[in-house]
């Protein structure tokens, strides 16, 4: 079984984050960047297919040299292969131009089923997996929580978060599938993991002769208004608790 | 774009056309009146006359796809069906909410027509060409995106960004189409459909939600905000440590990796506040904290707080809505 799995890195959730100057991007000197968390159950689901089914499992991310780092992981996690589409000399880049490149390169490694997280936590736009399965004209199932894969019928049952609950679905392999949060848990890397992955060596692509042009672009960061501190209402039960109840009723909120 | 069409393409269930769908409407008429072109909805399905129907109350077009296939949902017969009524007739924008099946099939429309997607809005802004704003970073940020020659524009909303209200004034047209399409185009078929949330709606969705933290000490004592979302008509939802220690399922989850909510009405019972957390519910419109702790981060955003323990506020607070309701 081929397993190809997406990853992307991000900056560490726990931190504050400044706009550099008047422009639309973020100072990135010296923040922590982490594996976006939803790769890491995308990660973790394709270890555990590879266990069950055999086959190799290829991550690739799309990013600048420091994203190695988080390559390197994977490779002490068990990757078999990793890769860096080598984004230095591509300015601007959207969701299109990435799943189109990422579709790309995935075709000519070959897959049966192709794993990412949901969304990014930065832009969140939650469209690569979508977008790479509609370039390759296979199945996608969305923000999933459980997999059984049937390689032997060539099909796949998941369940797929919709508002409200769960749904059950069944598609065709080869797949796309975005992990959701519920998945599984994420494994740690073994120490013999940790010092395989310092030998490695990773390979990198440069897509800059590709062409694509992107459809969207950021023009503008800020930050969100501050919302104003509230009031604390003061007292003892059941003062407070009648006090909130007629706040709100004079809001028109209950 | 003077001229062309807008689209929203309307998400219906059991229920009838969802709340989403009817602010989407809202988005696509406000859209329309800056960019003077026509708003006009699509709908997809099997035996949902009544809902082009509704639509056509308060757009003055409505393509109406119908088909045995669609009776269910599906990416691919959704995506084929609108690429081709796009390729026809060449709206200037096509919108949608961005719930699952939103988020579902609207990228693979896009990457289909090679067309750009911003997904997620919550606002746009109409001078010096149309932009749109989107929160990013998991709330931490707004960033105002623009689209560059791309024919159409596609863009998704955020459930609770725009108001809605039905008018119920127009008399639009319903153009019906047999669309072309066939079982083998089908890639994921929906077998069960499980709901978590029991009767109660879910967190998109809820004008009121009711959201415990680890102050909550067990699964068990969720019994008791599900009474007071009860008696609000709300949803019930949970931080990320009340998920983590599996007293809910993750459904519930709200922040930065679970559900991002803007209600009406928030009530945090027993959370304290991360940058996570509040990354999902910073947008709702009245924020009401209980907590024990006087230093917990959350009240630096509620609009009102109490600082007391929970489990003796949450029963007055229940019996105090009661009497209210009763006058």
């Given amino acids: ?187 740690y890397a073994s120490l013999s993991g940790i010092m395989k992955a310092k030998k490695t060596k990773i390979e990198t692509l440069e897509p800059d002769a590709w062409g694509f042009k992107p459809k969207i672009r950021i023009t503008n960061l800020s930050y969100p208004p501050k919302r104003q501190e509230g009031k604390i209402i003061k007292g003892t039960l059941p003062d407070t608790a009648e006090e909130l109840v007629k706040n709100l009723k004079e809001a028109r909120l209950i | 774009m003077s001229g062309k069409e807008i689209w929203v393409i309307a998400e219906y269930g059991e229920e009838g056309i969802k709340k989403s769908a009817w602010e989407a409407v809202s988005a696509v008429r406000l859209l329309s009146e800056n960019l003077k072109t026509e708003p006009a909805a699509v709908i997809l399905g099997n035996g949902i006359g009544r809902f082009a129907e509704e639509l056509s ?79 990013v970073y998991g709330g931490r940020l707004i960033a105002t995106v623009k689209f560059e020659e791309s024919e159409p524009c596609i863009i998704t909303i955020r459930p609770r960004s725009f108001a809605y209200k039905k008018t119920g004034t127009v008399n639009g047209e319903i153009l019906r189409i047999v669309p072309n399409i066939e079982q083998q185009d089908i890639m994921v078929t929906i077998q069960e459909i499980i709901k978590e949330t029991g009767k109660r709606s879910d967190l998109s969705e809820a004008d009121v939600i009711v959201s415990g933290g680890r102050g909550m000490k067990g699964a068990e004592n969720f019994k008791l905000l599900e009474e007071l979302a009860d008696v609000l008509g709300g949803a019930v939802g949970a931080s990320r440590a009340v998920v983590d220690a599996g007293w809910l399922p993750h459904t519930f989850q709200i922040g930065q990796t679970g559900r991002v909510v803007s209600p009406m009405l928030y009530i945090a019972c027993g959370i304290s506040g991360a940058p996570q957390h509040l990354a999902g519910m910073s947008t709702s419109k009245c924020i009401v904290a209980i907590n024990k702790d006087p230093n917990a981060p959350i009240f630096k955003i509620a609009d009102y707080g109490i600082v007391d323990d929970l489990f003796k506020v949450v029963p007055v607070l229940i019996e105090e809505i009661k009497k209210s309701k009763k006058n």
């Fill in chain 1, 1 to 187: 079984m081929k397993i190809i799995v997406c990853v992307k890195e991000v900056p560490d959730t726990a931190i504050a984050l400044k706009i550099k100057g008047d422009s639309p991007e973020i100072e990135t000197e010296n923040i922590p960047w982490v594996i976006n968390p939803y790769d890491e159950y995308a990660m973790e689901e394709a270890l555990r297919l590879k266990e069950k089914f055999g086959g190799d499992i290829t991550v690739i991310t799309f990013g600048q040299k420091r994203a190695e780092n988080i390559l390197r992981n994977c490779i002490a996690l068990g990757a078999d292969r990793v890769l860096r589409i080598n984004d230095e000399s591509i300015k601007n880049r959207d969701g299109l131009v990435t799943s189109k490149i990422l579709a790309k390169v995935i075709k000519d490694i070959g897959y049966d089923i192709i794993l990412c997280g949901k969304e990014s936590v930065d832009y969140g736009y939650a469209q690569t997996g979508q977008m790479i399965a509609e370039f390759l004209q296979i199945s996608c199932v969305l923000a999933i929580k459980k997999l059984d894969v049937s390689p032997l019928n060539k099909e796949a049952i998941c369940h797929r978060e919709i508002e409200g609950g769960l749904e059950v679905v069944k598609c065709n392999l080869p797949a796309v599938f975005t992990a959701q949060k519920g998945l599984n848990t994420p494994r």
């Fill in chain 2, 57 to 135: 109350k308060e757009l003055n077009r409505v393509y109406f796809f119908e088909h045995p296939l669609l009776s269910k949902y599906n990416a691919n017969t959704y995506v084929r069906c609108l690429y081709y009524l796009i390729k026809e007739k060449n709206p200037a924008i096509i919108l949608a909410a961005a719930t699952f099946r939103g988020k579902d099939y609207i990228p693979r429309l896009s990457a289909r027509l090679d067309c750009g997607l911003i997904s997620d809005c919550i606002g746009f802004e109409a001078d010096n060409g149309v932009s749109f704003k989107r929160y």
